[in-house]
Every structure is written in C-alpha cells, then in structure tokens.
C-alpha cells in the first residue's frame, strides 16, 4: 500500500512539470514531509474550469482518501487511500472515478516500513521506515482517481458543499523494492499522462495504462522512526540514517 509520502514542491514548480495551464490555486500548501491519510493534497487533472466548457489541465487541492458520490458518511474515504490496480475498474467505490476521473498525484517519494526481526522493549517486532524517491530527483506521478461529494448539510450557495478526494492506485512492487513491500503506487510515465488524464477516454480505453511500475529509476534508503508519528514533519524524515544505523538494519535484510 502507499500510506504515507512526501510533497514539498510549491505549485509553481508543479506547474511547470506537470504542465499544468490552469494553476489557479485558492490557496497553497505548505511543504509536507510526512503526508498521512485524510490530508489536504494536490492533484493534476483534466476537467474544465467552472462555467467553461473546454478541458484544461488543472492543479488542485484535494483531500486523501476518495469518497464515492453515493457515500453517506464522508467518514469512508479514510478507508479508501488506496485502490489496487488489478480491481479498480470493477470495484463500485472506484468504477465511476476510473471512468472519467482519473488524475496524477505528485510526490517527491513515499515510505514503507520492513518488518525486521528486532523486537521492541514491549516485545512488538520492529518496523524500519524507508523512504523511496526518484534518482533524478523529479517527481514521482502517482496514479489516483479524484471524486466529488456534496455534502448534504450544507446549502447550495455554500462553497464547503462539494468535498473533494482522491485515491492513489497501487501495483505490485519490482523485485528491488518488492523485498520493503510486495506494493507500491502505480506511477505513470510522462508519455502516458495525456492519456491517462482525458475524461474523454474511458475505462475501455486506458486498462491498457494499467501496467506494472517502472521497473528503474527510484532508490530506498532507510530513514528515521520519527515518520511514523503524524505529528513529526520536515525535510530530516527522508534523510538517510547516519552510517552508525545502517550494519542492523542491513543485516535484517538479508
């Protein structure tokens, strides 16, 4: 699964790698070492800007965690951060998204926990954070699909009654990573994004986008404990542990 990652890049910087022509933002987010679910995030997608007809790329704020338009309880979307890549174009709380909703969810990386076989003073079996990030330091697009939900509590003049989430497809991990996680997100390639971003195609038309992650390009190094407490964010989580950490870890990797 992709449960937490990093996004730090302002939407300026967004924009221009994504080319984005619509980067109008209501506001902006701050640097974020340690996106947890349920977070404010951004989102490219394709739609048309409001009271307009023809699509553009936008930039969005959106939050994590996707709430189907039928949901009752917006409470759900904690539950869905994620959808797997071999079902999201049967599952109903994905289906309608994948169809014509789909966008790209910027990353600088993302972590995953390898279960070690150290123990805790409590006797839990202890988890090792990694950070795994592009070697050319772009960024990561990772496959989501995006969905609105009108908030039945709220008025129609209300700008809050349309909530906006996503999701972040999943895939199975090559073997060089497969050994921290069996998964990681479904990234998508630069020459795949005009397809998988047109609402004009529909789930027929990009099952064939649906490929196994790059097998290159990204490395994981082992990162502080401190990522796994929401409260804890800055640029030190996804700096590597310092030499004197790495001989136990290594040697529970083996």
């Not at 506001?27 to 739609?47: G, H, K, Q, S």
């Not at 988890?127 to 969905?147: C, N, R, T, W």
Request: proline share 11%; aromatic share 8%; glycine share 6%.
């Amino acid at each position: 699964m992709c449960g937490r990652y990093a996004s730090s890049r302002s939407p300026e910087d967004l924009a221009e790698e994504f080319e984005i022509l619509d980067p109008r933002l209501e506001r902006a987010l701050p640097p974020d070492y340690n996106v947890a679910p349920t977070d404010e995030v951004y989102a490219v997608l394709d739609r048309p800007p409001k009271g307009e007809t023809e699509v553009v790329r936008q930039l969005r704020v959106v939050r994590w965690g996707l709430v189907p338009s039928w949901a009752k309880d917006p409470s759900i979307g904690s539950r869905m951060i994620n959808a797997r890549m071999e079902t999201v174009a049967a599952k109903p709380a994905f289906r309608r998204a994948f169809a014509k909703r789909r966008c790209l969810v910027p990353a600088d990386g993302y972590y995953e926990w390898y279960p070690t076989e150290q123990r805790t003073a409590k006797g839990k079996q202890r988890k090792q954070p990694f950070y795994i990030h592009p070697v050319d330091g772009s960024s990561l697009a990772m496959a989501g699909l995006y969905e609105l939900w009108r908030d039945p509590t709220r008025a129609d003049d209300d700008p809050e009654r349309w909530r906006w989430t996503c999701t972040v497809l999943t895939t199975s991990a090559p073997d060089d990573l497969g050994h921290i996680h069996d998964r990681m997100p479904l990234l998508v390639t630069p020459e795949r994004r005009d397809a998988w971003l047109d609402p004009a195609s529909g789930s027929e038309d990009v099952l064939d986008l649906l490929v196994p992650a790059q097998q290159h390009g990204l490395e994981a190094h082992p990162v502080s404990t401190a990522v796994g407490n929401v409260a804890n964010n800055g640029p030190e989580l996804v700096e590597p542990l310092p030499p004197e950490d790495l001989p136990t870890i290594q040697e529970s990797l083996l």
